[in-house]
């Protein structure tokens, strides 16, 4: 193969002095050289060590060899592709954000990268192989430095290192004929260009021999269900930001103020504390449009009266948080208000009690919708005669979504491992009970009429520990007297 190969040299002493030239440079994303503030020698994200990386590949190898693919083939060949840059219009981009598999098995922060995991002698053996961009001048002065092969070997410990354009040739030259088990990534295409010419590569040389294509998500979303200290730290990191963050936007809260421009008090402070960027774009919902889940306009003027419901959360270094609270607008919660927030907040602190090792999600789930169940009765949402059935419809329509979700690199972390899954230590999920109440909702109690149209969501980041769970954002203000000493009152909200 042509390109650049980077291996050791037979000197040690040569092979030591060209490593440390390659990582004495600036290559395009935080290294101990250039940020001893934040790394240290050998990591590649805070606090996570380049053999952690090395480790998450052999363990994805490991599983691979519980398969009936792996069992019955001895040459596989996994492939994972990085994200490309996205444009907002003609050649103006968003900022990069890496394709979390790639960033998982890596710890590479460039676009347009891809890593080939080649085994030929029994599983979990294996060498890993990146391909990356090539350092090139004139782009580096337009966009910032870059690894090169060279550098993203060194840097990530990769065992070879080649320029992406040679990619294609490489898959139709070494493996379209040679009878390997491919796996890849065929529920979601994440670099459609790289995609093609993976294709391409593999499948048309008339004279291919692929033994059967295999996807590999299930397997490495189980490996990333369960976190590493190192993870957990940067997860707790996120999710104290995000709860300080919080505490400055309720303060800052008023009537007349856009909901945009909460949001950008939320995202100034996560920033200021150390997030690189918000999770996801935030919700922030004045009014009955909190009745609308996933609303993220956020152009409208909150009102006196009114409670503003905030889903935001921040990304600390790959890691998210995802932390909802509801409060009043005007400081203040109604008498209606109030009884439906606590409503909403025993059973996200009952929900939270009952997370430990053995349950499911599904199962915190149809408890928390027998809880709320129970709520909207004593309330007068609901009448206390319904049958099954009616309650059946109401709690599908007050309470529309799941309890919580898987959380990690992603907002809705590893999406293909099943709610059923038992929980056990190192997992992360969200508790987030919520009810909506229609504008038009048939109400039993003159304090009832008060929550129509109002829409309250409470949610919280939770670790699975031996003995029970640990909240990751526990200094997030939740209760109706600590939200209302921080906005203090009408008078400063």
């Known amino acids: 193969m042509s390109g650049c190969l980077i291996r050791w040299l037979p000197w040690r002493q040569s092979a030591v002095l060209v490593h440390m030239r390659l990582l004495s440079r600036d290559i395009g994303q935080p290294t101990a050289y250039t940020h001893p503030h ?54 103006v981009p968003y900022r990069f954000h ?38 090139d001048p004139h782009r580096e002065l337009w966009d910032g430095p870059r690894a090169g092969p ?29 009878g390997f088990s491919v796996w890849y990534c065929t529920e979601e295409y994440v670099h459609p260009d790289h995609d093609d010419v993976i294709i391409n590569s593999l499948t048309n040389s008339p004279h291919s021999h692929i033994d059967n294509v295999h996807t590999y998500t299930q397997l490495l979303h189980k490996l990333r269900l369960v976190k590493s200290p190192a993870e957990l730290n940067l997860m707790r990191k996120a999710g104290q930001i995000a709860a300080s963050a919080f505490r400055e936007t309720m303060h800052s809260t008023r009537p ?22 918000l999770s996801f774009p935030p919700v922030v919902a004045g009014g009955s449009r909190a009745n609308c889940l996933h609303y993220i306009a956020n152009n409208r003027e909150l009102r006196a009266g009114d409670l503003v419901l905030f889903d935001a959360g921040c990304e600390y270094h790959g890691y998210v948080s995802d932390v909802t609270r509801t409060w009043p607008v005007s400081g203040q919660f109604t008498a209606g208000q109030r009884e439906l927030y606590e409503a909403v907040l025993r059973v996200k602190q009952a929900s939270i009690k009952a997370s430990r090792p053995g349950v ?38 007050l309470f529309p979504h799941h309890l919580g979700h898987f959380l990690g690199m992603d907002t809705h972390d590893t999406p293909t491992v099943d709610r059923d899954t038992v929980l056990s230590p190192g997992m992360v999920i969200t508790i987030e009970p919520g009810v909506y109440v229609p504008r038009d909702w048939h109400v039993l109690t003159k304090t009832a009429k008060e ?8 949610e919280d980041d939770v670790v699975i520990t031996e003995s029970g769970c640990e909240v990751l954002n526990a200094n997030c203000p939740q209760t109706v007297a600590e939200i209302t000493e921080l906005c203090g009152g009408l008078a400063k909200c």
């Open 360 to 397: 499911t999600l599904n199962q915190l789930n149809r408890s928390a919708a027998n809880m709320i169940s129970s709520e909207l009765q004593a309330l007068g949402l609901v009448p206390r005669n319904s049958s099954a059935s009616e309650l059946t419809q109401a709690i599908n329509k």
């Open 150 to 178: 060279d550098g993203a070997a060194a840097f990530t410990g990769v065992t070879e290192a080649y320029n992406i354009d040679e990619l294609g040739a490489h898959l139709e030259q070494k493996y379209s004929k040679m």
């Open 38 to 91: 934040l790394l240290k020698e050998e990591e590649l994200l805070p606090g996570i060590h380049k053999s952690e990386f090395l480790e998450r590949r052999r363990n994805l190898m490991r599983e691979m060899a519980t398969t009936q693919a792996g069992k019955t083939n001895k040459k596989h060949l996994v492939i994972v592709p990085g994200a490309p840059v996205q444009y907002m219009s003609g050649d």
């Open 98 to 135: 890496q394709g979390t598999d790639l960033l998982y098995m890596t710890g590479f922060q460039e676009p347009d990268a891809v890593l080939l995991l080649e085994s030929t002698g029994g599983l979990p053996e294996h060498k890993s192989i990146l391909y990356v961009r090539p350092r």
């Open 451 to 458: 929550m129509l149209g109002t829409g309250i969501r409470i």
């Open 256 to 277: 007349d103020v856009m909901e945009y421009q909460l949001e950008s008090v939320f995202e100034h402070h996560c920033k200021m504390k150390g997030a690189q960027t």
